[in-house]
């Protein structure tokens, strides 16, 4: 395929002139644009709901969550993996992105990496991909050959697959089980897909990760309850959480997180039903980790 004939690759008319605009109409144009992706993404919604539902079904099953990608797509999927430890007190094995080229690929372009049909299998090898895991393409052409290979992969192996990309028909699309296409348009800047496209792709996959913790029950009324205390915000945070929902002062809620070993689902269940902590973490148990079961067990 040319890729000239994909709609990421097309030159956008409204920008023609864009190296003869002042500034300001270089930024009112870009947020003109930008206005595109919202949209475009509506367009998806029942199949990102969808997503979601798979990917907490695998959760409960043990299953991962795997992004793959190449450059900026690859880049998105990292940046979503790695916040969903401390947001949401999951290991750093349940949600893993991965990258074409690697680590280093994160800093600097690795030329051709995204070429390598089989690089991504051996990258999935690596992390012992099972059947219960759901691996997300990432790509805005629709036609990274390391993404198509990971995809492929991981069909063959009995994962569910999704694909991420911003242009109608795409190769990804078809090998998928659920293919997510919000079609955002030519770029501003002609080919440049980290603008529209990823910036369309960085909203589909906050969608997907925050909404599958949700489904699992890590999240209680609009609150990360399995919030991890690794920084001075982050114990704030989980503060305030228990302040909010038990109703009590500062004082008291330090002391219920000390008293739950820094566990903040536990501390609101020690305070509201009135009990210590080992009965606490059974409640929660006894309810699959969802915070709203345990408080009326």
């Known amino acids: 395929?040319?890729?000239?004939?994909?709609?990421?690759?097309?030159?956008?008319?409204?920008?023609?002139?864009?190296?003869?605009?002042?500034?300001?109409?270089?930024?009112?144009?870009?947020?003109?644009?930008?206005?595109?992706?919202?949209?475009?993404?509506?367009?998806?919604?029942?199949?990102?709901?969808?997503?979601?539902?798979?990917i907490a079904h695998a959760f409960q099953q043990n299953g991962r969550l795997i992004y793959i990608g190449a450059g900026t797509s690859g880049r998105l999927g990292v940046l979503d993996a790695s916040e969903c430890p401390p947001t949401f007190g999951v290991g750093s094995q349940q949600v893993q992105g991965i990258i074409a080229g690697g680590e280093a690929a994160m800093f600097k372009a690795?030329?051709?990496?995204?070429?390598?049909?089989?690089?991504?299998?051996?990258?999935?090898?690596?992390?012992?991909?099972?059947?219960?895991?759901?691996?997300?393409?990432?790509?805005a052409s629709g036609r990274t050959p390391y993404v198509i290979g990971g995809l492929n992969f991981a069909n063959q192996l009995g994962c569910?697959?999704?694909?991420?990309?911003?242009?109608?028909?795409?190769?990804?699309?078809?090998?998928?089980?659920?293919?997510?296409?919000?079609?955002?348009?030519?770029?501003v800047l002609?080919?440049?897909?980290?603008?529209?496209?990823?910036?369309?792709?960085?909203?589909?996959?906050?969608?997907?990760s925050t909404g599958a913790m949700v489904r699992t029950g890590k999240v209680y009324q609009n609150l990360m309850v399995d919030v991890k205390t690794s920084n001075k915000k982050l114990i704030t945070r989980s503060e305030n959480i228990i302040m909010d929902v038990t109703g009590v002062?500062?004082?008291?809620?330090?002391?219920?997180?000390?008293?739950?070993?820094?566990?903040?689902?536990?501390?609101?269940?020690?305070?509201?039903?009135?009990?210590?902590?080992?009965t606490a973490t059974r409640q929660l148990a006894d309810n699959q980790g969802f915070?709203?079961?345990a408080l009326t067990s």
Do not use: W
């Not at 690795?110 to 089989?118: F, I, K």
């Not at 002609?190 to 997907?208: D, E, F, I, W, Y």
């Open 249 to 278: 002062e500062r004082e008291r809620a330090q002391t219920l997180l000390v008293q739950a070993n820094q566990h903040v689902k536990s501390a609101i269940l020690m305070e509201l039903n009135g009990v210590d902590y080992s």
């Open 1 to 54: 395929m040319d890729i000239k004939s994909l709609t990421s690759e097309q030159r956008n008319l409204a920008s023609a002139n864009l190296d003869q605009l002042s500034t300001l109409e270089l930024v009112k144009l870009f947020n003109s644009e930008d206005e595109k992706i919202t949209q475009a993404i509506k367009l998806e919604l029942p199949l990102i709901a969808a997503s979601i539902d798979m």
């Open 291 to 293: 915070l709203r079961q």
């Open 160 to 187: 569910n697959t999704i694909a991420i990309s911003c242009n109608n028909d795409s190769p990804i699309a078809a090998i998928a089980k659920i293919a997510i296409t919000p079609v955002v348009g030519p770029e």
């Open 190 to 208: 002609t080919g440049s897909s980290r603008m529209k496209a990823g910036t369309a792709q960085k909203l589909v996959l906050n969608m997907l």
């Open 110 to 139: 690795q030329e051709g990496a995204e070429d390598d049909l089989h690089a991504a299998q051996v990258d999935l090898n690596q992390i012992q991909l099972t059947p219960h895991d759901i691996v997300v393409g990432i790509a």
